[in-house]
């Protein structure tokens, strides 16, 4: 069983940044890649980025690339994502997600954090 604990968000002005964490626990974590995704009112949970847990892959959504930025801490089992120039439309419920890689992005992940509110003001 794997657990993961969201933390980091919060309301910040448009053009800001913030960096969500997600501490990740379990007996079988290091053999899971970990993903971050998305829900916006109204609209459907979206895939945000994601990062192979014991090597340097990473994979995102294109909306994404260049101005999110995923990372993790094998020492402290914390995945991070970084979000610069936010804008109002990033505004969601901001999950962590567990599962293998090479799927994470494609088929729902099974394990999933209880979610963190990012809110972006304009």
């Known amino acids: 069983q794997v657990q993961l604990v969201e933390s980091g968000g919060g309301l910040v002005q448009a053009g800001g940044s913030l960096r969500l964490s997600c501490a990740a626990s379990?007996?079988?974590?290091?053999?899971?890649?970990m993903a971050w995704f998305r829900q916006a009112p109204g609209k459907e949970r979206e895939f945000v980025a994601a990062?192979?847990?014991?090597?340097?892959?990473?994979y995102y959504a294109a909306s994404v690339k260049g101005r999110f930025t995923i990372s993790r801490d094998n020492a402290n089992n914390t995945v991070y994502l970084q979000m610069n120039s936010l804008k109002p439309e990033h505004t969601a419920v901001y999950y962590c997600?567990?599962?293998?890689?090479?799927?994470?992005?494609?088929?729902?992940?099974?394990?999933w954090g209880q979610g963190t509110q990012v809110t972006v003001s304009s």
């Open positions: 997600a567990a599962d293998f890689f090479y799927s994470i992005a494609t088929s729902p992940p099974r394990f």
């Open positions: 990062i192979r847990w014991s090597g340097s892959s990473t």
């Open positions: 379990g007996r079988t974590i290091g053999s899971y890649g």
